[in-house]
């Protein structure tokens, strides 16, 4: 049974005078992040869209521009290529991202594309064996699409060139048991009427 006159430590900053000393140590899962990086990246790539059995509506002409976006419920992935030790617990790692677009008929919005655009990306981490790197954080800055060639016949189609810049982010995350320094679990306070000051968003990971 808890002792109701023991002051509650809750989450919060720490008084001038320093926090008190932990109470327990508790071992607890996490994902751990043993190192990350970000960056920008441009990447331009072609596509073929067929105008008989996706964008069926309308007709094309070389200039045309063709929306783009990240596909809805999708996000930006990568795939180990290679590694090699580069000293001191750092690897180089090279990694296949995957960047999951969808291409919208600019003369009927309801018929849609959707085409996976990937390239290569070497970094060295701190990324031991056994640890992945993880890409799902990463984020489409800017798609812009424009028809470069139109093809008739019994294939009719198009050809879209699609310049993107993607925020690269790469972290090297292994679910790992840690220790840690405890005051027990939380307990929540009660909840008050008045507004109170929320912590602010994160900044982003690019500019």
């Known amino acids: 049974m808890c002792d109701a006159k023991i002051e509650q430590i809750t989450p919060g900053v720490c008084p001038p005078e320093g926090c008190p000393p932990p109470t327990r140590i508790e071992c607890i899962v996490v994902d751990k992040v043993y190192d990350s990086c970000f960056q ?28 783009c976006s990240l596909t809805a419920g999708a996000s930006i992935t990568c795939t180990e ?16 991202v995957s960047v999951p677009v969808t291409l919208i008929n600019p003369n ?21 064996e056994g640890v992945t790197p993880d890409c799902s954080e990463s984020t489409l800055i800017f798609c812009s699409c424009v028809v470069t060639n139109v093809t008739g016949g019994y294939s009719p189609s198009i050809t879209v060139t699609c310049t993107l810049q993607v925020c690269i982010v790469i972290k090297c995350i292994l679910e790992v048991q840690l220790l840690v320094p405890s005051y027990g679990f939380c307990v929540p306070a009660p909840c008050i009427t008045l507004p109170g000051v929320c912590p602010p968003t994160p900044p982003a990971q690019c500019f």
């Open 40 to 67: 920008l990246h441009d990447v331009s790539r072609d596509t073929t869209v067929s105008t008989a059995t996706e964008f069926t509506t309308g007709t094309f002409a070389v200039g045309d521009i063709i929306d």
């Open 81 to 96: 290529v290679s590694r090699v030790d580069a000293g001191g617990g750092f690897f180089t790692v090279t990694i296949l």
């Open 108 to 128: 009927d919005p309801t018929q849609d594309a959707d085409r996976v655009f990937t390239f290569t990306k070497t970094a060295t981490l701190c990324c031991p």
